[in-house]
């Protein structure tokens, strides 16, 4: 699945390069859109959903462990400071 997400985020990057429709000011999406606006927001929905997948898949599960070995107060009563 990790090398999924990596293909997919070299596809994504490549797609954004929209330079078909970078010169067309008169096809509108849902009669009010420019398509070129409306082929950006498919790619940021795209881009969440890729985002969203990176994160399951390839973020470290240990992320958010404490080290075993980390530094503690003491808990043993010397006095009030």
Avoid at 4 to 30: G, K, S
Avoid at 57 to 74: E, F, G, I, Q
């Amino acid at each position: 699945m990790r090398q999924l997400v990596f293909f997919l985020i070299i596809l994504l990057t490549v797609l954004h390069q929209d330079f078909w429709w970078r010169d067309d000011h008169r096809t509108l999406v849902l009669g009010f859109l420019p398509v070129s606006l409306a082929y950006h927001i498919g790619v940021s929905v795209a881009a969440t959903v890729l985002w969203g997948m990176a994160c399951k898949y390839c973020w470290p599960r240990d992320v958010d462990v404490p080290d075993s070995d980390a530094w503690t107060p003491p808990t043993s009563g010397r006095g009030g400071h």
